[in-house]
């Protein structure tokens, strides 16, 4: 029963570095299995997600081993379980890609169907499309999905709609297929360029990763490698707004400007001002922000990652915002919880408008979901009060020593535990 008190109105300043990508991490790890050698994976965040995956390998049979806080040495050789255990991969969403990499190392897969936060509806039929075309065959039941293939051969996959996890998922399979592979309408996320380049270092032969066509041709044998894990742009926008939301200033280090692109022009359109360096940007504000539309989108249009977090920067605004969202279905449940702050917002479907009242105030808040916890601890930063945030686990899933970094750069922000004990009385 961990939760964050937030004492507000403290203007941040200073320097604050970002982890490395949960949403690449989670993808690296399981791909691991792909590989006939160790391999070691450096700028691993500390997350509960990276965690989770570490903890389906060891439990599978793998050697995991860290070498310090954020790299660690993962040996696959010589299991043989093709069984991802359920209670583990039932935590969280990326447990999918254990589906593609199992069954690309031995031609079948058993995990549990994904969880993670509720975001509403999340087939996974794409997935399992991609499988399909490869070879596969598959049975869902009792709540796990089954794949098994003779022989896995490269075919052209088409997905249907834009998706991520099931890009990824293809490029697992078909790394050791046999033949040519070509996945078309792929997403072109920064994540998926961090994979293809980690399994290439492998010695995989995927090309065009970052574009709508890429083209895996199937390899018999992948060596160890040591790789480092892209910077989460994701945790950069969100100290990004942070930043803007207290009207401070803030260096933030350690990403990659290019993959902030979508983030920074939106920014720089509420009345943000953003420096770029080589591997920093620099935010500041030094005047009124002011309304703007959004509409979040695969990438390079605004990531849904960071919808909920300009919409609460929107709420200091000046005038009226609307947001659209374009990729899931209930991502406003945050709205709630801001409404308690003070914000003035109504929600339509998948259109929220947001009438800027300038200011916010603390009150008690529960997180529903991974990136609504993130967008309440910046309302609780700028708002007049305190703000405790409950259900900090869902933060805790994406966002490496979120609190400790906050404090460097001025935040009054603490983690406080409440004892079983303590709540058994209350009870």
């Known amino acids: 029963?961990?939760?964050?008190?937030?004492?507000?109105?403290?203007?941040?300043?200073?320097?604050?570095?970002?982890?490395?990508?949960?949403?690449?991490?989670?993808?690296?790890?399981?791909?691991?299995?792909?590989?006939?050698?160790p391999c070691i994976l450096e700028?691993?965040?500390?997350?509960?997600?990276?965690?989770?995956?570490?903890?389906?390998?060891?439990?599978?049979?793998?050697?995991?081993?860290?070498?310090?806080?954020?790299?660690?040495?993962?040996?696959?050789?010589?299991?043989?379980?093709f069984c991802v255990p359920y209670e583990s991969a039932r935590r969280m969403r990326a447990s999918y890609y254990f589906l593609g990499a199992l069954l690309g190392k031995f031609g079948k897969a058993r995990v549990s169907m994904p969880g993670g936060c509720p975001l509403g509806d999340r087939p996974i039929d794409q997935h399992l499309k991609a499988f399909s075309a490869l070879g596969a065959k598959c049975d869902i039941q009792h709540g796990m999905v089954d794949l098994t293939a003779e022989k896995l051969t490269g075919n052209q996959i088409y997905l249907d709609v834009v998706s991520v996890g099931a890009t990824m998922n293809a490029m697992l399979a078909a790394v050791r297929a046999e033949g040519l592979t070509v996945i078309e309408n792929a997403a072109k996320e920064p994540h998926i360029v961090d994979l293809a380049n980690f399994l290439n270092s492998m010695g995989a032969d995927i090309m065009g990763a970052g574009t709508d066509v890429i083209k895996v041709r199937g390899v018999q044998y992948l060596h160890g490698t040591t790789y480092s894990v892209i910077p989460d742009q994701i945790e950069a926008g969100?100290?990004?707004?942070?930043?803007?939301?207290?009207?401070?200033?803030?260096?933030?280090?350690?990403v990659i400007p290019k993959h902030l692109e979508p983030i920074t022009m939106k920014l720089r359109k509420i009345g943000v001002n953003i420096e770029e360096f080589d591997d920093s940007v620099r935010v500041w504000v030094d005047g009124p922000l002011v309304r703007t539309n959004v509409k979040t989108m695969p990438h390079p249009g605004f990531p849904t990652d960071m919808q909920p977090q300009i919409t609460t920067l929107l709420t200091l605004a000046e005038g009226t915002s609307i947001i659209t969202e374009g990729v899931w279905e209930q991502r406003f449940r945050y709205v709630d919880e801001l409404r308690r702050m003070g914000a003035d917002i109504s929600v339509d479907g998948k259109v929220a408008v947001v009438e800027g009242t300038g200011k916010l105030t603390g009150a008690p808040v529960k997180a529903c979901d991974l990136r609504a916890g993130a967008a309440l601890i910046i309302a609780g930063l700028a708002a007049k009060g305190i703000t405790e945030i409950e259900d900090i686990y869902h933060i805790e899933r994406g966002y490496s020593c979120l609190d400790e970094k906050l404090r460097q750069v001025g935040a009054d922000i603490q983690k406080v535990s409440t004892p079983v004990s303590t709540l058994r009385e209350a009870l």
Do not use: W
């Open 238 to 254: 969100t100290f990004m707004i942070a930043a803007a939301a207290t009207h401070g200033d803030v260096l933030v280090k350690n």
């Open 1 to 37: 029963m961990d939760k964050f008190v937030i004492h507000g109105g403290h203007r941040l300043s200073g320097e604050i570095e970002v982890s490395g990508a949960k949403n690449a991490a989670v993808a690296l790890i399981p791909a691991v299995l792909l590989c006939d050698e």
């Open 43 to 81: 700028n691993v965040p500390e997350i509960s997600d990276v965690s989770i995956s570490l903890r389906i390998l060891y439990e599978m049979g793998a050697q995991v081993d860290y070498i310090n806080r954020t790299t660690v040495r993962i040996s696959t050789v010589g299991l043989k379980n």
